[in-house]
Nanobody, 122 residues
Framework: QVQLVESGGGLVQAGGSLRLSCAASGRTFSTMGWFRQAPGKEREFVAAIRWSGGSTFYAESVKGRFTISRDNAKNTGYLQMNNLKPEDTAVYYC?????????????????WGQGTQVTVSS
């Protein structure tokens, strides 16, 4: 089992920044992903990071604005979100992928955090 606890969501004006954190505990995993789900929309991939090697992957919609990182000593992942836009408004989830090979599809991830609301006002 992997337990994931998120923090850092909130309300911010367009152009502002937020940093989300995801503290992990339990068994090892290969990849941490961030996903988001807006009202009435499907959950979508945002970013992912390989936990040991640090390789990163981003959705086109957030490239250049969001940065995913991790602190292995703290077993915590981060999503730094800059230049936020109203369309970034959603519940953000971190998730852990156990199997070795990278996958960006949400239904392949094994464990999920509780989600944190991010609201960007215009």
């Amino acid at each position: 089992q992997v337990q994931l606890v998120e923090s850092g969501g909130g309300l911010v004006q367009a152009g502002g920044s937020l940093r989300l954190s995801c503290a992990a505990s339990g068994r090892t995993f290969s990849t941490m992903g961030w996903f988001r789900q807006a009202p009435g929309k499907e959950r979508e991939f945002v970013a992912a990071i390989r936990w040991s090697g640090g390789s990163t992957f981003y959705a086109e919609s957030v490239k250049g604005r969001f940065t995913i990182s991790r602190d292995n000593a703290k077993n915590t992942g981060y999503l730094q979100m800059n230049n936020l836009k109203p369309e970034d408004t959603a519940v953000y989830y971190c998730a852990a992928l156990v199997r070795f090979f990278i996958d960006l599809r949400s239904n392949k991830y094994d464990y999920w955090g509780q989600g944190t609301q991010v609201t960007v006002s215009s």
